[in-house]
């Protein structure tokens, strides 16, 4: 299983595509990225407990926050865009 914070910092600096299989066995394909200027703008959220064993993530395609088990993921890969080549 690939560690939670390498992923988590990866994200912040990549798009990147995950295909997992979701809780009623369906496989999914998500693009998506945790890069600080392609996020909504929220509010801190406070209260509730981080789960270690899921990561909440920016779904590039609709637009809204998704989350994944990291058991449930069966491969990753790395779009050509970068923190780099977005910012202004």
Not at 37 to 64: R, Y
Request: proline share 2%; with cysteine.
């Amino acid at each position: 299983m690939i560690d939670k914070e390498t992923l988590k910092n990866d994200l912040k600096e990549w798009i990147m595509t995950v295909t997992f299989t979701k809780k009623d066995g369906t496989k999914r394909l998500m693009k998506c990225t945790l890069i600080k200027h392609l996020l909504p703008k929220v509010e801190e959220m406070k209260g509730k407990a981080e789960n270690p064993d899921v990561l909440a993530v920016w779904d590039l395609d609709n637009e809204g926050w998704r989350s994944f088990r990291l058991d449930s993921i069966e491969s990753i890969s790395y779009d050509r865009v970068s923190i780099e080549e977005g910012v202004e």
